[in-house]
């Protein structure tokens, strides 16, 4: 397993009384994303798959449209850097401050915000459909395959599936981190993502939702709440919105066309 | 209580079948800060407590040194908009940049970050301790008061606290804003907070240190885990660390001199 976790000593109190132990944290680090010579982002994350959180990052803020706007990417763990050398684009004031106002979790841009990014993402047009069980079975997956979340309670993980399957899971220490880093690894292996679901162990905020409009999955489950915000640009978009989803049960936000009471196969 | 949530439809499904109910969920906005006339940072929070956030994300981002470089803060709910009329200031572009770079959960700056941000606070000196009894107590109180959490799933929590006692508690939809919201709170209202304990629903990163050595405050004791750069700017500024808090149980990670194993009184 990549690098994630770090070992401290931790002192534990419960009703047994105080013991020493060592433990396993989550590691924290800043990477700096220069696109051709010019900085364009400080992202703190989990250090590793930074190639994938790189170009992730450039796609799901809605820099680059497609792995064609990419020529390199060279990540120097050591010193923190991930460059990317992309076809004939240089960050601009604009793009700086529209990437330092639209990245974080609880900031985000104005309306702004809204009439450039969602007015600008189509509505989804996928046939995707998932039954109950294939939506229960899914929501049980990622609570097994977040292994990092379960040793350290430090990450949040995002999977890419079919109605039948997990294709990959990323956990990071931020929610939009874990969802750049399955972008990346789609956007470099060629996996299209308009056809798949997301199931995500985090809240659904606006630009978490905005993330996976601009990806086209039509249908994200997710652990955690929707915001209101969240939930008006899903219905405008036609993304199913599913949430506090557990292995027996699940609520249904937005555009319940896709999902069927019987399996499709 | 203010105006949290708001209502809609929502599709159940259990073990019994689908059912279909109103159902609460939590509110996102985006609040756009402007400071003396400047556009300075644009916040997607619950919309709640915006004056206390405004003054708040000042300080804890450290723009302003304390209440006296506040003159007026204006608040224009329904057009999203604080208005901030500061004590000669205003945002340079070194400002913005370092405004938009600095407050999200995960991202942020790099070596910068805490050779600037670190480097210019100064360890607590505070004379704080906890008993066993009191951090069991005050674990278990973040529980009860989150009353927004119970009914949306949707936000975090802060509180501060004595020893005995809570003392306020706010909730967002954003880690960082909850303790932004929570620090306006205590300068409006001349609270002191470096001799109080923080605790807190969520994970500890960097990033919520830094805000916590700004108001001094020796101690956080949270439900979450905390990262190791976290805990790296702790152990250097004497932030006692506090994590997987419950009402029976927590670890400690750094500082146990303020905890002791008897009741203070």
Request: hydrophobic share 40%; glycine share 8%.
């Amino acid at each position: 397993m990549p690098d994630y976790t770090t070992s401290i000593e931790v002192k534990r109190y419960n009703r047994s009384g105080l013991s020493v132990s060592q433990d396993v944290i989550i590691k924290e680090r800043p990477i700096t994303l220069f696109v051709n010579g010019r900085e364009l982002a400080v992202v703190v994350c989990s250090p590793v798959y930074l190639k994938e959180l790189a170009v992730g990052f450039l796609f799901s803020e809605g820099f680059f449209q497609g792995k064609e706007d990419l020529r390199t990417v060279i990540v120097d763990e050591k010193e923190g850097v991930i460059r990317v050398e992309a076809e004939d684009w240089i960050p601009s004031d604009e793009n700086l401050r529209k990437r330092y106002v639209t990245t974080c979790s609880g900031r985000g841009k104005t309306t702004l915000y809204l009439v450039d990014d969602v007015l600008k993402i189509k509505p989804t047009d996928s046939s995707l459909v998932l039954s109950i069980e294939e939506i229960l079975y899914l929501s049980g997956e990622i609570e097994k395959n977040t292994i990092v979340f379960r040793s350290t309670g430090g990450t949040h993980g995002v999977s890419l599936c079919t109605s039948k399957e997990v294709i990959c899971t990323f956990e990071d220490i931020g929610r939009h981190n874990a969802v750049d880093k399955m972008v990346g690894h789609c956007l470099l292996n060629g996996i299209s993502m308009d056809d798949k679901v997301i199931v995500f162990s985090g809240r659904i905020s606006s630009e978490i939702i905005i993330k996976i409009a601009r990806i086209k999955s039509p249908m994200i489950i997710s652990r955690g709440a929707p915001t209101d915000m969240a939930l008006g640009i899903a219905k405008q978009l036609g993304i199913t919105v599913i949430g506090f989803a557990r292995p027996d049960k699940f609520n249904i936000y937005s555009n319940d066309q896709r999902i069927t009471i019987g399996k499709s196969n």
